[in-house]
RNA sequence: GGCGCUAUCGUCUAAGGGUUAGGACAGGGCCCUCUCAAGGCUCAAAUCGGGGUUCGAAUCCCCGUAGCGCUACCA
């Protein structure tokens, strides 16, 4: 069975490129029978928090696409130190008594740093004795660069992939302070957890190397690798939470009103295409047509503004989440819709129990012109409160010469209607504009002002039909 | 600097030797219409540059250029 997994490390909160790389794996496991782990990595502890291991839960749990198990980098320290042990007896690793700041200076230079010769040349007694005085080292694993070779690897995504040995920094295992590095401590897990399928960003590509000859020294076998290629700013630079700020974190989506499903099959375009000119996918239909075979391997740019006034986001994900807005069975949207409401505060009991049907019908009818769930708070107020304010367009609908004398007569004669409904309410509306001699679309508009201070909405009939005989002919004569 | 990856409309992408280089978003126009959307139709918009290979190249090869990544006791 397949296993694979998103490790984030909680440094900062949940971003695009984090959201999608989990998406594909989640895609992969589960169009293939296989399972999602998620692993925190947290070996860093200086720069952890857990304010953003909450934020990278939340916005997962969010994307409803849930994981099969979990667990902590940092709880399972034991068994990467007992790694670099193993490795260090074995000589596949050595001990680097380089100071800290004096090996940082290193990377300075224009030649690319690879090791320090004496110390991988250093005598295993020595070593023994200094390390037993209580100097202070790292552990390096020592790549073999006098050989001729490299390392091979057939990529699921960039295919063929080779180094050479001498290409090949000797990379750190262990820190002076005894605590494992990224590589030793992913790739150990890896091995441990038995991932079958390794899926991440293209950023690893070349850490891939190293990897394998950790694997290789380590007498596990090796898991396949798939890379995704990154997600870009608008800038071309890396995604990043420092340079693109909350802008691009997964909760802004989601407070912008973006719906899971939506959202997702945004990110999963990114990157990837099903090869059949359909954007609209499903979450069930992502599942099907998934192939990691077919990710690109060009970087993607997400669009995204911080310039007020401007779209935050890639209007092409507003265009889809409105897809899904609008297609998505009413009975599953409704729940986000409530939320949405809940949130204003604009929520009412009666919408869920005796008022259920009306709700739906309201919500039915208002969702064909919506894309985000923040339109039903920002556009549709009306619908839901009795307070609200007329915008100025509306008004000038209701300014037009002989509108609001007309909404008078027009109160009285849907207070009398034996039927209340969008078809009689239609044809009241036509003959009284027929009988006065005057355009219907006058009437009309100035209804519409009149019962939703929108200039802008669903068809005015409907408008009449959602909000009841009692609202309208209030509202019409409170105008 | 070294090593690597990539290169199709503004953006996301299709076409992996033969197409008027297709679709989607955004933009323009038209239809529908009580407004705004939605929906339908339509216009404009791309193969980074240069060399090869081939009857034929967006597609294969080489060179250049550009972007990105890695080059940490970060992940």
Avoid at 66 to 71: A, G, L, T, V, Y
Avoid at 82 to 95: E, I, K, P, V, W
Avoid at 100 to 109: F, G, I, L, Y
Avoid at 368 to 384: E, H, M, Q
């Amino acid at each position: 069975m397949n296993r694979v997994r998103f490790a984030p490390s909680p440094t900062g909160y949940l971003h695009l490129g984090g959201a999608r790389t989990y998406v594909f794996n989640w895609l992969f496991a589960r169009s293939t029978g296989g399972r999602m782990i998620l692993r925190i990595d947290d070996t860093d502890a200086d720069r952890n928090t857990e304010q953003s291991l909450r934020s990278i839960l939340e916005g997962l749990r969010w994307l409803e696409m849930p994981w099969d198990e979990q667990h902590f980098q940092s709880e399972r320290r034991d068994r990467h130190v007992r790694a670099a042990d193993a490795l260090l007896s074995s000589g596949a690793a050595y001990r680097d008594f380089t100071p800290e700041d004096e090996s940082t200076q290193n990377r300075k230079d224009a030649q690319p740093w690879l090791c320090n010769p004496e110390m991988r040349a250093l005598s295993k007694r020595d070593s023994d004795r200094r390390a037993a005085s209580g100097e202070r080292f790292t552990v390096r694993f020592r790549v073999p660069r006098d050989h001729p070779g490299g390392v091979a690897f057939k990529d699921l995504v960039y295919r063929k992939q080779f180094r050479r040995y001498s290409d090949i920094e000797d990379f750190a295992l262990l820190r002076s302070s005894g605590m494992p590095t990224y590589h030793l401590a992913s790739t150990v897990d890896d091995a441990e957890l038995e991932i079958t399928h390794v899926i991440r960003g293209q950023d690893h590509l070349t850490n891939t190397f190293k990897h394998l000859l950790l694997l290789d020294a380590l007498g596990v076998s090796r898991p396949r690798f798939g890379h995704l290629p990154l997600l870009l700013g608008p800038d071309g630079s890396k995604l990043s939470k420092r340079r693109h700020g909350a802008l691009v974190s997964v909760p802004n989506y989601r407070d912008l009103g973006f719906l899971p499903r939506g959202f997702v099959n945004y990110l999963a375009l990114l990157g990837w295409s099903p090869k059949n000119n359909r954007e609209y996918l499903e979450p069930a239909d992502l599942v099907s047509a998934f192939r990691i075979e077919h990710v690109l391997r060009t970087n993607a740019i997400v669009q995204f503004s911080d310039k007020p006034g401007s779209a935050q986001c890639d209007p092409k994900a507003v265009w889809l989440n409105g897809q899904h807005l609008r297609k998505m069975p009413l009975d599953a949207l409704l729940p986000y819709v409530e939320r949405a409401l809940r949130d204003e505060g604009w929520w009412d009991s009666e919408y869920a129990g005796a008022r259920g049907k009306w709700f739906a019908e309201a919500i039915g009818a208002l969702r064909t012109r919506l894309n985000l769930l923040t339109d039903f708070t920002v556009r549709c107020r009306a619908y839901f409160r009795d307070e609200f304010e007329c915008a100025p367009k509306a008004l000038k609908n209701l300014n037009r010469p002989g509108a609001r004398e007309l909404l008078r007569p027009l109160a009285d004669r849907l207070e009398r209607l034996p039927e209340f409904s969008e078809r009689s309410v239609e044809r009241e509306v036509r003959s009284l504009a027929a009988e006065r001699g005057v355009k219907a679309g006058l009437l009309i508009n100035g209804s519409r002002a009149a019962l939703t201070g929108q200039p802008v909405g669903p068809s005015a009939f409907l408008v009449f039909a959602i909000l009841g005989r009692e609202r309208v002919v209030q509202r019409l004569r409170a105008a």
